[in-house]
């Protein structure tokens, strides 16, 4: 008899330990991904203010996956610059002439594009299917916040510009908030 209650308890935990190790309710597991680790490096990139992006390319060809990816990557990183400098912009240009601020907007951001060699390919993630002989290949990118300062500041002496609104972009507040920027960057290049 105390046999018999001992297998039964062991049932009972065993049965215990399959139903909480199996899926939800609703049938998903939680899956782990190459974007999900490369979200969480791109969410420290944009906790200190480095705009950054992530790409995906796939083709049977490593190097046309490669190229995709790093691509995708390189119009993501476009994409949160302009969003970067247009937070920049509102936070430190709110009582500006609107027109004098959207045209450095615009200028800054074409300057920093036109520095695609400050874009640098943070981590890169291959995978290949022996199934079907693709490559997927994931890449996190990021922009030098150096590259940005700089084509603020060339933006800044154009002479559409007004002049209170120059003084604003030399504010010692964002002046520093760039500078971090950048020294988070160059940290996180270092331990890569």
Known sequence: MKN?????????????????????????????????????????????????????????????????????????????????????????????????????????VNVAMGEVSGIVVYKTITQFSEADGLYKIYSLSAMNPEVVKTAMQQAATDSTIEESFKIHLQAGEMQAQLEKAAEAYKKMLETK
């Open 4 to 108: 018999f209650v001992k297998i039964l308890a062991a049932c009972a935990v065993a049965a215990l330990l399959a139903a909480c190790a199996g899926p939800s309710p609703n049938g998903y597991t939680k899956a782990s991904t190459p974007t999900a680790d490369l979200e969480k490096l791109k969410a420290d990139f944009d906790e200190h203010g480095i705009p950054c992006g992530i790409g995906i390319g796939q083709s049977s060809d490593e190097m046309i996956a490669r190229t995709q990816s790093i691509d995708e990557a390189q119009t993501a990183v476009q994409v949160s610059l302009k969003s970067y400098v247009s937070r920049l912009k509102d936070q430190y240009a709110a009582n500006i002439n609107g027109e004098s601020a959207r045209i450095w907007e615009e200028m800054t």
